[in-house]
């Protein structure tokens, strides 16, 4: 099968050995999962990272820090 397909046969059993014996139609369903898992993996650090920040602005820490860099807010209505 090697020379049908003009593949080295020490190249057909490195692929053999690194995708575990595993029949083409579930490696591509594990490459499928890979890709889902990593997409929410990635979702769920943004998901902690939104709620790390409502938290802190909810704590009014966050509040402190930028009221120290930015100019008290204007009462007067005609202002614009």
């Not at 003009?6 to 690194?18: A, D, M, S």
């Not at 083409?24 to 990272?49: M, P, T, V, W, Y």
Request: charged share 35%.
């Amino acid at each position: 099968m090697c020379k049908r397909l003009g593949i080295h046969q020490q190249t057909y059993y490195k692929w053999r050995r690194e995708s575990g014996g595993l029949r083409r139609d579930q490696a591509i369903r594990l490459k499928e999962l890979e890709k889902e898992n990593n997409l929410l993996k990635r979702l769920l650090a943004e998901s902690e990272l939104d709620k790390a920040i409502l938290k802190e602005a909810a704590s009014g820490t966050l509040a402190q820090k930028f009221s120290k860099r930015l100019p008290p807010l204007s009462t007067d209505r005609n202002v614009r």
